[in-house]
Protein backbone atom coordinates (compact mmCIF):
# COMPACT_ATOMS: atom_id res chain seq x y z
CA UNK A 1 0.00 0.00 0.00
CA UNK A 2 1.61 3.20 -0.98
CA UNK A 3 0.07 5.54 1.58
CA UNK A 4 -1.53 5.01 5.57
CA UNK A 5 -4.83 6.86 5.14
CA UNK A 6 -6.49 8.41 8.30
CA UNK A 7 -10.39 7.89 8.52
CA UNK A 8 -11.34 11.85 7.98
CA UNK A 9 -9.28 11.80 4.69
CA UNK A 10 -11.23 8.51 3.57
CA UNK A 11 -14.15 10.15 4.65
CA UNK A 12 -13.47 12.99 2.86
CA UNK A 13 -13.00 10.72 -0.43
CA UNK A 14 -15.88 9.45 -0.16
CA UNK A 15 -17.69 12.35 0.02
CA UNK A 16 -16.08 13.86 -2.88
CA UNK A 17 -14.19 16.71 -1.15
CA UNK A 18 -10.58 16.13 -0.98
CA UNK A 19 -8.49 18.79 0.31
CA UNK A 20 -5.08 19.43 -1.57
CA UNK A 21 -3.24 20.13 1.55
CA UNK A 22 -4.74 17.07 3.57
CA UNK A 23 -3.63 15.04 0.91
CA UNK A 24 -0.11 16.27 0.78
CA UNK A 25 0.34 16.17 4.30
CA UNK A 26 -1.10 12.37 3.88
CA UNK A 27 1.99 11.41 0.81
CA UNK A 28 4.73 13.88 3.06
CA UNK A 29 3.90 11.12 6.82
CA UNK A 30 2.88 7.88 4.69
CA UNK A 31 6.67 8.71 2.46
CA UNK A 32 8.63 10.38 4.22
CA UNK A 33 11.80 9.76 2.37
CA UNK A 34 10.30 10.51 -0.97
CA UNK A 35 9.27 13.60 0.81
CA UNK A 36 12.75 14.53 1.99
CA UNK A 37 13.74 14.60 -0.86
CA UNK A 38 11.56 16.02 -3.06
CA UNK A 39 11.35 19.47 -0.19
CA UNK A 40 15.05 19.15 -0.28
CA UNK A 41 15.27 20.03 -3.77
CA UNK A 42 12.57 22.50 -3.78
CA UNK A 43 14.84 24.40 -0.99
CA UNK A 44 17.59 24.15 -2.92
CA UNK A 45 15.90 25.54 -6.02
CA UNK A 46 14.58 28.48 -4.59
CA UNK A 47 17.95 29.09 -2.22
CA UNK A 48 19.73 29.16 -5.19
CA UNK A 49 17.38 30.58 -7.98
CA UNK A 50 18.41 28.09 -10.62
CA UNK A 51 16.47 26.64 -13.15
CA UNK A 52 16.35 23.09 -11.32
CA UNK A 53 18.16 20.68 -8.95
CA UNK A 54 18.44 17.33 -9.53
CA UNK A 55 18.79 14.48 -6.82
CA UNK A 56 21.82 12.14 -7.53
CA UNK A 57 21.99 10.37 -4.23
CA UNK A 58 20.76 6.89 -4.61
CA UNK A 59 18.04 5.84 -1.82
CA UNK A 60 20.03 4.18 1.19
CA UNK A 61 17.82 0.93 1.16
CA UNK A 62 14.65 -0.57 -0.68
CA UNK A 63 12.10 0.52 1.53
CA UNK A 64 13.33 4.52 0.47
CA UNK A 65 13.74 3.28 -3.08
CA UNK A 66 10.18 1.89 -2.97
CA UNK A 67 8.85 5.42 -1.30
CA UNK A 68 10.28 6.98 -4.24
CA UNK A 69 9.46 5.12 -6.98
CA UNK A 70 5.40 5.01 -5.44
CA UNK A 71 5.55 8.82 -4.99
CA UNK A 72 6.50 9.79 -8.56
CA UNK A 73 4.62 6.86 -10.37
CA UNK A 74 1.29 7.93 -8.96
CA UNK A 75 -0.16 10.92 -10.55
CA UNK A 76 -2.20 12.04 -8.07
CA UNK A 77 0.80 12.24 -5.58
CA UNK A 78 3.08 14.01 -8.03
CA UNK A 79 0.79 16.18 -9.03
CA UNK A 80 0.07 16.98 -5.29
CA UNK A 81 3.83 17.38 -4.74
CA UNK A 82 4.04 19.51 -8.42
CA UNK A 83 1.09 22.08 -7.13
CA UNK A 84 2.57 22.37 -3.60
CA UNK A 85 5.53 23.31 -4.37
CA UNK A 86 5.19 25.05 -7.64
CA UNK A 87 7.04 23.49 -9.26
CA UNK A 88 7.48 20.41 -12.31
CA UNK A 89 8.79 17.67 -11.38
CA UNK A 90 10.99 14.88 -13.40
CA UNK A 91 12.16 11.56 -12.87
CA UNK A 92 14.77 9.64 -14.91
CA UNK A 93 15.24 6.39 -12.14
CA UNK A 94 15.36 5.08 -9.49
CA UNK A 95 17.20 7.87 -7.81
CA UNK A 96 17.49 10.58 -10.69
CA UNK A 97 14.90 13.14 -9.28
CA UNK A 98 14.93 16.58 -10.63
CA UNK A 99 12.13 19.95 -9.74
CA UNK A 100 12.14 22.25 -12.58
CA UNK A 101 10.51 26.17 -12.43
CA UNK A 102 7.60 26.73 -14.26
CA UNK A 103 10.06 28.83 -16.57
CA UNK A 104 12.33 25.78 -17.21
CA UNK A 105 10.92 24.84 -20.05
CA UNK A 106 13.83 23.83 -22.13
CA UNK A 107 15.63 22.79 -19.17
CA UNK A 108 12.79 20.32 -18.41
CA UNK A 109 12.42 19.48 -22.07
CA UNK A 110 16.62 18.78 -22.05
CA UNK A 111 15.91 16.37 -18.89
CA UNK A 112 13.17 13.97 -20.42
CA UNK A 113 14.52 13.36 -23.29
CA UNK A 114 15.45 9.84 -24.90
CA UNK A 115 19.23 11.22 -24.81
CA UNK A 116 19.28 12.16 -21.20
CA UNK A 117 17.79 8.88 -20.01
CA UNK A 118 20.12 7.08 -21.87
CA UNK A 119 23.10 9.54 -21.08
CA UNK A 120 22.20 8.55 -17.07
CA UNK A 121 22.04 5.09 -17.31
CA UNK A 122 25.30 2.96 -16.05
CA UNK A 123 25.67 -1.18 -15.20
CA UNK A 124 24.86 0.16 -10.74
CA UNK A 125 21.75 1.63 -12.43
CA UNK A 126 20.37 -2.01 -14.24
CA UNK A 127 18.54 -2.99 -11.66
CA UNK A 128 17.22 0.13 -10.04
Known amino acids: MSLTVSPELLD ?3 QDQVDDQAFVDCVRQSLP ?3 TVI ?3 AEQANASGAEYEANETPPPGESERGQ ?3 ALA ?3 MRGALERH ?3 RIAFQNCHRVALFRPEARSAYAD ?3 PRAQLLNQSPELVDC
Do not use: N, P
Request: glycine share 4%; net charge negative; proline share 0%.
Open 12 to 14: QAH
Open 33 to 35: YAW
Open 39 to 41: SEL
Open 68 to 70: LLR
Open 74 to 76: SDA
Open 85 to 87: FGM
Open 111 to 113: FVT
